[in-house]
């Protein structure tokens, strides 16, 4: 996986400057692990079963887990990759809700409906 | 296709559903919408128009590329080097930015560019026809039965929206058709698309996007720019770093 890239050189104390690219590649990373993330998470979700509320729950408690792990990836040095503080949680939460819904539905019909 | 109707079994599926489905309706549709994408993405490549840049716009990138390396590695440059840049970039008779800042607007209207409302428009239209198109066959075809269930229970308002072809009134609602099934891939894939095929694929954005992110970036893009460059420029100071 592509390292991230440290985004903020600060020349002073006061203001922190970020690079672009720097930047464009970070969020460039969140989102392919996000996606992947959401995959493999749908489908988890659909070959045990999960139903309703405990299948959405099961996507929240994968979303900390990733935060988890790009804390972690940061060195917990946030504000030194990113201008915005919970975008660890933040970042994509739609489109990975979307992404794991579609396998979830997918891999749940592969394996229980059929 | 053979649908056997509920008894008092306690396995989990109360629907038994023909395994051909699952092998000619279930996975065709995943594997028609994703490849339709990818064509979409090739195919938007293939019309792109070559743009042709003005001399002017590419000096004035480059002037702003300029400043803001200027700004960021400022502090290996003698104090003396650094000031003289600043100088030529921020000066109020003189400097660059400042002359590009009192610049007449001439981005009057955008809407009315022709060049960039035929991109738009090619845009939409490559975006809309195909799915459209494959929306309608797969209803045509796939109808009068139910493709999958959903995990999650769906209240009764959500049943003739999910369910188009099948009338049975006491069908749970989690059972969708092939119809919902293939919208449900066309708005999840597209973050797949992103993993595949790089960051900016043409077969990820809708029209919306489309709209808004042409539309304010460009009208007042270039005065603002600038302003934001020698603002920034201003207030930096020189620290040497060596």
């Known amino acids: 996986m592509v390292e991230k890239k440290q985004a903020a050189t600060s020349s002073d104390k006061r203001d922190a400057v970020y690079s672009e690219a720097a930047i464009r590649n970070n969020f460039g990373i969140l989102e392919y692990s996000r996606t992947c993330q959401a995959a493999a998470g749908g489908i988890a979700s659909g070959a045990l079963g999960l139903t309703g509320t405990y299948g959405f729950l099961f996507y929240f408690v994968t979303v900390f887990l990733q935060a988890v792990f790009w804390e972690y990836k940061a060195g917990f040095k946030w504000q030194d990759f990113f201008a915005v503080r919970n975008l660890s949680i933040s970042h994509s939460l739609v489109g990975g809700l979307l992404t794991y819904v579609l396998f979830w539905v997918f891999i749940y019909g592969i394996v229980y409906v059929y | ?242």
């Open chain 2, 1 to 242: 296709m053979s649908e056997r109707t509920p008894n008092i079994s306690p396995i989990m599926t109360d629907l038994l559903l023909d395994p051909a489905i699952r092998t000619w309706v279930f996975i065709p549709i995943v594997v028609v919408t994703f490849f339709a994408g990818i064509v979409r993405h090739y195919v938007h490549l293939l019309l792109q128009t070559k743009k042709k840049g003005e001399l002017v716009k590419l000096q004035d990138t480059h002037y702003l590329a300029k400043a803001r390396l200027l700004r960021m590695n400022g502090g290996v440059l003698p104090r003396a080097d650094f000031e003289m840049r600043k100088h030529f970039l921020t000066n109020e008779k003189e400097g660059y930015l400042q002359q590009k800042m009192q610049a007449p607007s001439n981005q009057a209207n955008m809407m009315t560019d022709p060049s960039m409302m035929t991109e738009m428009l090619k845009g939409n239209m490559l975006n809309m026809i195909p799915m459209v198109v494959i929306g309608g066959w797969i209803n045509w075809t796939f109808s009068g039965f139910v493709t999958t269930k959903v995990p999650f229970p769906l209240t009764l308002r959500f049943k003739p929206m999910l369910q188009r072809g099948v009338n049975l009134s006491s069908l749970n609602a989690a059972w969708v058709s092939s119809a919902s099934w293939y919208f449900l891939n066309v708005f999840s894939l597209r973050s797949i698309y992103a993993l595949v095929l790089g960051d900016d694929n043409a077969a990820g954005t809708t029209m919306d996007e489309q709209l808004a992110g042409v539309n304010p970036a460009v009208q007042q893009d270039p005065k603002q720019v600038f302003k934001a460059e020698w603002e920034a420029l201003q207030i930096s100071f020189h620290k040497f770093k060596l």
